[in-house]
């Protein structure tokens, strides 16, 4: 069974960075799509980013002009720039990636933003 390992959160200050990073534990030969999600204590999760391939992403109005998704064919990872982070991006980032019509998500990696 596909995993999604997810990787890179932590405890930051406002304005500052992180790189998030998930790839599964075996190889997916077919990959359509890869994403980000989060939750905030007490919300719905919500869309961050989507990326199907360089030149085909869409971020949240939220995190337009702060957030790069990006992907890296060869090792089956995406990944997320994080800049200019704020207190109100606090929350479990999830990723996943559709695979031949099946939706696969990571267990979910904690950022904390301190203002």
């Known amino acids: 069974q596909v995993q999604l390992v997810e990787s890179g959160g932590g405890l930051v200050q406002t304005g500052d960075s992180l790189r998030l990073s998930c790839a599964p534990s075996?190889?997916?030969?077919?990959?359509?799509?890869m994403g980000w999600y989060r939750q905030a204590p007490g919300k719905q999760r919500e869309f961050v980013a989507v990326?199907?391939?360089?030149?085909?992403?869409n971020y949240a109005d939220s995190v337009k002009g702060r957030f790069t998704i990006s992907r890296d064919n060869a090792k089956n990872t995406v990944y997320l720039q994080m800049n200019s982070l704020k207190p109100e991006d606090t929350g479990v980032y999830y990723c996943?990636?559709?695979?031949?019509?099946?939706?696969?998500w990571g267990q979910g990696t904690q950022v904390t933003v301190s203002s």
């Open positions: 075996t190889n997916i030969k077919s990959i359509n799509l």
């Open positions: 990326i199907v391939s360089d030149s085909n992403t």
């Open positions: 996943n990636v559709l695979s031949d019509r099946v939706l696969y």
